[in-house]
């Protein structure tokens, strides 16, 4: 079985404050990969960063960095200077073999609101 | 870059009909399709996933009769709900991946079901 957690339900910052959204993540399988979505109020899911589990370097890109550190099973994703714009909702996905075939289990997401 | 199409992007239907939505990949071979469904500030939740020429798999819990999925070829799956109830209205989802595309998932835009 594989589980994805977000502890932070919503959160708010003002207007060039960084943010640090977490995800811890279970799975049996020792190859998979980890994302993070955007969702905006329109709905449609934004691809944001992938991350597989062989690869722990963390990156920055942009305003964006994230954190993979499988001793502690989390993938935490960080906005640096964030802006209004960057209000969503944040989804942490984990894509891993579960019953046979892979698949993509997403957690309950966090929502983002930054205050101008 | 990889592009899904779903459509429509919303649609209003009566009691007891049936809804068609529809996801394609525009410049690529789908070889799998992946379904979502996410009620109103709730996570992604899968409903089936299909393979081109080959039956869905439904998660537990997911009425096969009640959400016909066809994937007939390589670049459109199809998502049908028959018989609709208020409760089906949901926003729903889905998901591409491609030949030789393991952990590439590209996912559509959308379509928010409302049943009256």
């Known amino acids: 079985a594989q589980k994805v957690t977000q502890a932070q339900t919503e959160i708010s910052v003002v207007e060039k404050e960084d943010v640090t959204l977490d995800c811890v993540y279970e799975?049996?399988?020792?190859?998979?990969?980890l994302f993070w979505y955007k969702q905006p109020p329109s709905g449609e899911l934004v691809f944001l960063i992938r991350r597989n589990s062989f690869d722990e370097q963390n990156e920055i890109s942009g305003r964006y960095s994230w954190n993979f550190q499988k001793s502690t099973s989390s993938f935490n994703f960080t906005i640096t200077a964030s802006q209004v714009v960057d209000s969503a909702v944040y989804f942490c996905a984990l894509s891993a073999n579960s019953g046979g075939y892979q698949k993509v289990t997403f957690g309950t997401g966090t929502k983002l609101q930054v205050i101008p | 870059g990889a592009v899904v199409s779903q459509h429509p992007s919303w649609v209003i239907c009566k009691s007891g009909t049936s809804v068609k939505i529809e996801c394609r990949s525009l410049?690529?071979?789908?070889?799998?399709m992946f379904w979502y469904r996410q009620f109103p500030k709730q996570s992604l939740m899968l409903m089936a996933t299909s393979n081109e020429g080959s039956k869905a798999t439904y998660e537990q819990g997911v009425e096969k009769d009640k959400f016909l999925i066809n994937h007939a070829s390589l670049t459109l799956s199809t998502l049908t709900v028959t018989s609709a109830h208020p409760e089906d209205s949901s926003f729903y989802i889905c998901s591409a991946r491609g030949l030789g595309k393991p952990y590439g998932y590209t996912f559509g835009s959308g379509t928010r079901l409302t049943v009256v």
């Open positions: 799975t049996r399988d020792t190859t998979y990969y």
């Open positions: 410049d690529f071979q789908a070889t799998t």
